[in-house]
């Protein structure tokens, strides 16, 4: 596999090179997950006090051809090779070594010896061995509160974008809202293995009634695909709320919900897409259900109070 000799060949030129100290590689191929499609990534730690003249990118050329090498959107830099292949690269000084512990809880790797291609002190073994194991576990009602919340944040201003008639955002906000659907649905499913890219080996690792309920939720920015794609998200979303949030007595704010579902319909008929308002909608049962059982476990709580 070519990303596998290029591997080789960043190990062999950062063992050649006495300015790298240090140099972790990270994401698939670091799990065992890497294939033909992958990119490859690493963490590169070089002298302090040879840092500011480190030229990077010709560094990586005397390594492989490069045809462009730029900060990404997420202030990653990144590599295209003339071979095809995307590298990502943290170059950082010596003295950074520490902040991979800070990765703890995103990155991990089964072992010390698939990560770590160099260590002249072995300073980055002594931080990194915070990240051997297995994927981390992912549980407990502050996560769940998190997600469900920036979900029906992201559902309020979607809604709001489709009927102010802005569908090509409304589309891309959809797909962010997604992230956080998908979480919830791993949550549900019991598989949180890719959990900072909730969408990755999706079609693996959910169930095929779970994935293929999913694909419904997604459509092109016409209007009246959009819209049915909204729904069935925002119904989706409404059911997981209720089986993985109820159980731990999660407090979402119902006024904001049903806004959610208000602005829904309007998007619908607006849309012209042939479905029917709230009263009779499919996803009103599943708000009902939803805001019902808050209401329950509030007056539960209520008449305990009051026994006190």
């Not at 102010?164 to 409304?170: I, V």
Request: aromatic fraction near 10%.
């Amino acid at each position: 596999m070519l990303q596998q000799k290029m591997i080789e060949r960043f190990r062999e030129a950062f063992h050649d090179d006495a300015r790298v100290v240090a140099a972790l590689m990270f994401g698939s191929f670091a799990t065992g997950e890497g294939d033909a499609f992958s990119d490859i990534e690493f963490a590169v730690f070089i002298q302090d006090d040879s840092f500011e003249g480190f030229e990077q990118r010709s560094w990586l050329n005397a390594v492989s051809p490069v045809a462009a090498y730029f900060l990404d959107d997420f202030g990653h830099h990144t590599a295209l090779f003339e071979n095809g292949i995307r590298g990502e690269f943290h170059f950082m000084r010596k003295s950074d070594i520490p902040i991979i512990s800070t990765w703890q809880g995103y990155g991990w790797f089964p072992s010390l010896d698939a990560a770590v291609l160099i260590d002249r002190s072995g300073e980055l073994s002594q931080y990194a061995s915070a990240l051997v194991g297995g994927p981390p576990l992912r549980e407990g009602a502050p996560l769940v509160e998190g997600i469900a919340l920036n979900l029906v944040g992201l559902m309020l201003f979607g809604v709001n974008l489709l009927n102010r008639g802005e569908h090509a955002r409304a589309w891309a906000l959809l797909s962010k809202a997604h992230e956080n659907l998908l979480k919830i649905v791993r949550l549900h499913e019991g598989s949180t293995n890719h959990w900072p890219t909730p969408s990755r080996a999706l079609e693996a690792d959910l169930s095929e009634s779970a994935y293929k309920r999913y694909v419904t939720c997604t459509a092109s920015a016409e209007p009246g695909a959009l819209c049915i794609a909204y729904h069935e998200s925002w119904k989706w979303s409404l059911e997981l709320f209720k089986n993985v949030a109820g159980p731990m007595n999660i407090e979402l704010p119902e006024t904001v919900i049903a806004q959610v579902q208000r602005l829904l319909d309007e998007a619908v008929t607006h849309c012209n897409v042939g479905r029917q308002p709230s009263s009779a909608n499919p996803w009103g049962s599943a708000q009902q259900g939803f805001c019902s059982g808050r209401k329950s476990r509030a007056a539960e709580k209520q008449r305990s109070t009051k026994k006190i």
